[in-house]
């Protein structure tokens, strides 16, 4: 009995060893691993760990990409409200029976323009490609990006736009509402006789395809600017090809009913609200300060550039406004308070593209011949017959040629911080700049009038570009859209004026 009991005792204290060093062990592993794991988050821990000086670093990029967007975004809603005063210009220079339809354009292109330019402007204007368009993250603004990384850093299909440190919607809506002035310009020269409909289907066209292919050539790594053309803001850009595809509209349109007489005489048609143009001049004078200064899509490392810009910008539109008051007033007897609206926005589409390039004193020079050529031009298109009721093509036609022609003539290479054009013609450049440019001018209207003119002619054979002539007579704002901008001050009959339409 007691041996037995002794061997059961013994088992009892192997057993309890055995479990004892079992436990033992397992403690130990899980001690161990519970070591390796703090060891592993030690060292993460220490590698995810910055310097003072780095953290100050990130921060200061956090800062400098926060300041840069709401830069590049106050100025894209300066340059979106100048959508009113192209709206109240273009009502105020036509007759009060068409107010409502000049109003109707001017509100819904930029919707138009938002949906063009997404769906497949931005893509063809900025994606990666050929020299003539781009082909990469084509549609509904698709394509890969790292924005806001710039440089070598960035990987994306919109490399062209990478030295914009900002995120991509904001270099989109920048760009956007550039893209909507553009087709803005068409709608007061085709004014009082287009189709609202027709209209709409060519501001669609102009955005997602005509006003994207030269910006992709320009602006987004293609054929011209890798070839030294510079337009800093967009004077052919944005104004030359608004004024090309006008151009084609007026062509393919015809003037309006009675404007010209059969002896080739001039009936002058008056505007109906020299308030409103004035108004709406003024919006746009203010406008342009984010249209230029806004250009440079960020506010870090540009102070200086755009405190010149803004000078540059106001001085050349200063200038023209005199200088279109007083060729006015020696050509005309009086002072035309169009001519001097107009002479406004003529020095201020001239001063687009060389904002950056020029000084001041250059600056005078360029709003100087702004003011006397806005001028000539409206009095030379009505010789020819072209029927512009707003002055579109002398305001950005004609003035956004001579703009960018002032590059090559007026550029000091370092000017400013953002001035990257070479010297021009007259300091010492030669033609290094001149001749660029020069050839952009004529590619880009190449391009824009020859695409402007194809779809303006297959829209009048299908939906048909102009209203009828009783329309036309009654005004576009009963024809087209049964309203009446003043309904307590107008009345509208032809009860006793009978028009036979063609």
């Not at 279109?324 to 001519?339: E, F, I, N």
């Amino acid at each position: 009995m007691r041996r037995r009991n002794t061997w059961l005792f013994g088992l009892a204290m192997l057993i309890g060893a055995v479990t004892l060093f079992t436990s033992h062990s397992a403690w130990a592993q899980d001690a161990a691993s519970t070591v390796e794991a703090a060891a592993d988050a030690a060292g993460q821990a220490a590698a995810a760990a910055t310097t003072p000086g780095e953290e100050a670093l990130k921060l200061a990029g956090d800062i400098k990409i926060a300041v840069d967007t709401v830069w590049t975004l106050i100025a894209a809603f300066l340059v979106f409200f100048m959508n009113l005063g192209f709206a109240m210009v273009e009502s105020g220079l036509c007759r009060a029976k068409n107010t409502v339809n000049i109003l109707a354009k001017n509100f819904i292109v930029f919707a138009i323009s938002s949906l063009g330019f997404y769906v497949l402007g931005w893509g063809l204007m900025f994606g990666s490609g050929t020299p003539f368009f781009g082909k990469e993250g084509l549609l509904f603004v698709s394509g890969a990006d790292a924005s806001p990384l710039t440089g070598e850093a960035y990987q994306g299909a919109y490399s062209s736009i990478a030295w914009a440190g900002v995120p991509l919607w904001t270099k989109f809506f920048f760009q956007l509402v550039f893209c909507g002035t553009a087709a803005t310009i068409v709608s007061g020269a085709v004014a009082e006789r287009i189709k609202f409909h027709t209209f709409i289907i060519f501001s669609f066209l102009l955005t997602a395809i005509v006003y994207p292919i030269v910006g992709h050539m320009i602006w987004g790594g293609g054929y011209l600017g890798s070839n030294g053309m510079f337009d800093f803001a967009g004077s052919t850009v944005v104004h030359s090809v608004g004024g090309w595809a006008a151009l084609a509209g007026v062509l393919v349109l015809g003037p309006r009913t009675g404007k010209y007489g059969s002896d080739g005489s001039v009936n002058p048609i008056p505007a109906h609200s020299m308030t409103s143009v004035t108004l709406g001049g003024l919006v746009l004078w203010f406008g342009w300060f984010g249209f230029n200064p806004g250009s440079t899509m960020g506010a870090v490392g540009y102070a200086d550039a755009i405190g010149h810009i803004a000078v540059t910008t106001n001085t050349a539109a200063a200038v023209a406004t005199v200088a279109a008051a007083v060729t006015s007033w020696l050509l005309q007897g009086k002072p035309d308070l169009s001519m001097i609206i107009n002479g406004t926005l003529a020095g201020l589409v001239a001063i687009t593209a060389p904002c950056a390039f020029v000084s001041v004193p250059s600056s005078i020079v360029i709003g100087l011949v702004a003011g006397v050529i806005v001028v000539f031009a409206v009095l030379t298109f009505d010789k020819l017959k072209l029927d512009d009721p707003v002055g579109a093509l002398s305001v950005h036609l004609v003035n956004g040629i001579w703009g960018t022609l002032a590059v090559g003539l007026f550029a000091q290479k370092g000017i400013c911080s953002a001035a990257t054009a070479s010297d021009g013609l007259f300091f010492g450049g030669g033609m290094t700049q001149l001749k660029p440019q020069i050839i952009g001018v004529l590619l880009a209207g190449a391009i824009t009038f020859g695409l402007s003119i194809v779809f303006w002619s297959i829209l009048k054979a299908t939906v048909g570009l102009r209203v009828t002539k009783v329309e036309e007579f009654e005004g576009l704002d009963l024809g087209e859209h049964d309203q009446a901008a003043y309904p307590d001050f107008q009345i509208t009959t032809i009860k006793s004026y009978h028009i036979r339409e063609a």
